[in-house]
């Protein structure tokens, strides 16, 4: 199993390029490190903090067990066909993805991690998010930094709304154009998400731009907003800097679960208008948490795709991540659908999942 970390996908998103759509780079090489993460407050166990001046925030994360460990990883180059390594993300995008014919065929299984946070905190680089175990297991597994906060969903007159759904789709970009190059196939690429997550899942959905082919979500929030509601809360944030944007946005609330100041701007809630009902979906949410907030959405987004596969795990919220990770029943369910669209039960049935070894 090799881990190629902190690649550069898109330049650092700051100075001029700040508040606008990510660059695409495809000539990034790993570090061997994490990059740095988005411009939050939150200092988490095992994971580096955001200190002002930490610009190349843009970075993913790779394992695989499909190569023989390399010094320096597998050289990225560009093939015929495909983009330029610099490709801003702006008009159709369609027009960044190569032809069918320059998409090698073959491979393992991708899957794209999406963290949570509350749309203002964590990253890439937490500890519990470690690839090896479904690497293992059968994966190529993709987990990325997007930006957050105000950085990646605040509203700023002229600039795209959800900044950080077009990283997440620079990063599906990424692993287009170069995750053959690691075993995997581009042609079977699953997003999975939990939490905040989850709702950039949910929000590709509605749009998936032909960037992925299916959808896994735990425990999303049914909390989105409207334009008008993200511009009132951007009237409270000075974002004249990184700094002052994280600052102040620390001064208004203490609790982003229960004040939220940052939430996906959208014309209708994924769980309550259309999806791309041909992307299989995998939802699960866990027996205690929230019923408002993070089950009874979730649960609402499978009805709505009419044909999702459910699941519950026994605890509160973010009970079943650890089991993600690991050898589990959960991770299991997640690697059988990955390369099937099917976990292991028909979509009529609710799995209760609970962390186990043995399969579901």
Known sequence: MTAHLGIRYAEPPFGERRFRAPELVLDGVARGAFGPISPQSAELDG???????????????????????????????????????????GGDPRDALPTSDALPAGGRPVLLWLHG???????????EYDGTALADMGLVVVTCNFRIGFEGFGHVPGAPHNRALLDVEAVLRWIRHRVHEFGGDPGNVTVAGQSAGAQLVACLLQHP????????AHSMPGRYFDEETAKAIAA???????????????????????EPLYQPVVETKPHEGRLDRTIPLLACHTSEEDEALFREPTRRLAENHGNAHQATFPGGHGADLPSMFA??????????????????????????LNGSTSAP
């Open 47 to 89: 994971a580096p903090v955001w200190r002002p001046g930490d610009t190349d925030v843009l970075t993913l994360n790779l394992w695989t067990t499909a190569l023989e460990p390399s010094v320096g990883g597998p050289e990225l180059s560009v093939s015929p066909g495909m983009i330029k390594s610099r490709d801003p993300l």
């Open 209 to 216: 731009k032909g960037l992925f082919h299916k959808a896994i």
């Open 117 to 127: 946070g509350a749309n203002t905190f964590g990253s890439s680089a937490q500890p």
């Open 236 to 258: 409270r944030i000075d974002a004249s800097t990184p700094e002052s944007a994280v600052r102040t946005g620390d001064a208004i609330t203490e609790d982003v679960l229960a």
């Open 327 to 352: 050898d589990s029943d959960v991770s299991r369910a997640w690697v059988k659908f990955a390369r099937t669209g099917n976990p292991g039960w028909v979509p009529s049935e609710v799995c209760r």
